[in-house]
Nanobody
């Protein structure tokens, strides 16, 4: 079992930045892949970014590539999502998720946080 707690969401204007954090517990953090996903009202949950156990394979959705950056600190059991140049279409609930091996597929992830709201006004 892995417990995940997100923080850092909020309301910002377009063009601003936010950093989301996710604290993990319950399993050796360095042994799990971490991902960020988001779900906007009326839409399916979608992949945003993922980072492998050794931080060697970060991947991003095309919609956030060049604006968002995922990173992990295995010593602090934390994964972060730095979001720059935010757009109104980035508005969603953002979820941290974990699984063993690397994947960008939302259906592959075993453990989920409760989500944190990000709202970007125009």
């Amino acid at each position: 079992q892995v417990q995940l707690v997100e923080s850092g969401g909020g309301l910002v204007q377009a063009g601003a930045s936010l950093r989301l954090s996710c604290a993990a517990s319950g399993r050796t953090f360095s042994s799990i892949t971490m991902g960020w996903f988001r779900q906007a009202p009326g839409k399916e949950r979608e992949f945003v970014a993922a980072i492998s156990r050794g931080s060697a394979l970060p991947s991003y959705a095309d919609s956030v590539k060049g604006r968002f950056a995922i990173s992990r600190d295995n010593a602090k059991n934390t994964v972060r999502l730095q979001m720059n140049s935010l757009k109104p279409e980035d508005t969603a609930v953002y979820y941290c998720a974990a699984r063993g091996s690397y994947s960008t597929n939302v259906y592959d992830y075993d453990w989920w946080g409760q989500g944190t709201q990000v709202t970007v006004s125009s």
